[in-house]
């Protein structure tokens, strides 16, 4: 059964860095998200992407955010300069299409964002 | 603004009881989807159910059923015969129509199944 994939599965990094997270959608799928859960709370949405742009997003996701498309099979979550607050588990998604039953999200496992 | 609440925090059952999660959801649009997902202890989110709000139709499957409400705005989870494999944080979700597919999360229910 096809799957999201996500790498890396944990990711540790200093304050001030730049991180990339690294997601491959399910191949035939259109539409894909990234959103975060810090420890203990719940899922919030960051952004949606779609047609190789931003289609939504949150106003977590701010100017130190950006996503990308930057082949077939790849999409992007950078994070500029990260900071404490940061530390969370991302995931990605991706769904079919806008029609009735085709849009159910499908997650990937996550990537655990640990900024010290 | 869209709203998801999961009231339980936390619930904990013996294995073989049947349990309830409720999910109560605030929305201005006609038409919207709502859905469930199970977080095991791994962390991923997994993918359960998909309804629309036109579809007021329970549905079953297996151990699991679902009962949508529109009038209370409901959509609450129940499984039978619970096993401890079921153990693991469930979350309601509601995303609206119109373009805009954001899905907004309850705050989740962990569900403790003991044996």
């Known amino acids: 059964e096809p799957e999201v994939t996500q790498t890396p599965s944990h990711q540790v990094t200093q304050m001030g860095q730049e991180v990339i997270l690294r997601c491959v959608p399910i191949?035939?799928?259109?539409?894909f998200y990234w959103y975060r859960q810090i420890l203990g709370q719940k899922v919030e949405f960051l952004v949606s992407?779609?047609?190789?742009?931003?289609?939504?997003k949150s106003e977590i996701f701010d100017d130190q955010f950006s996503v990308e498309r930057p082949d077939g099979s790849n999409f992007t979550l950078k994070i500029r300069s990260t900071k404490l607050e940061d530390s969370a588990m991302y995931f990605c998604?991706?769904?079919?299409?806008?029609?009735?039953?085709?849009?159910?999200?499908?997650f990937g496992p996550g990537t655990r964002l640990t900024v010290l | 603004a869209q709203k998801v609440t999961q009231a339980q925090t936390e619930i904990s059952v013996v294995e073989k009881e049947d349990v309830t999660l409720d999910c109560v959801y605030e929305t201005r649009d006609t038409t919207y989807y709502l859905f469930w997902y199970k977080q095991p202890p791994s962390g991923e989110l997994v993918f359960l159910i998909r309804?629309?709000?036109?579809?007021?139709q329970n549905e079953i499957s297996g151990r699991y059923s679902w009962n949508f409400q529109k009038s209370t705005s409901s959509f609450n989870f129940t499984i039978t015969a619970s096993q401890v494999v079921d153990s693991a944080v469930y979350f309601c979700a509601l995303s609206e129509a119109g373009g805009r597919r954001a899905l907004t999360f309850g705050s989740g229910t962990r569900l403790q199944v003991q044996p």
């Open positions: 998604a991706s769904s079919a299409g806008p029609g009735v039953g085709t849009d159910t999200q499908y």
């Open positions: 992407f779609y047609n190789n742009e931003i289609s939504e």
């Open positions: 309804r629309n709000s036109f579809d007021e």
């Open positions: 191949s035939n799928h259109l539409y």
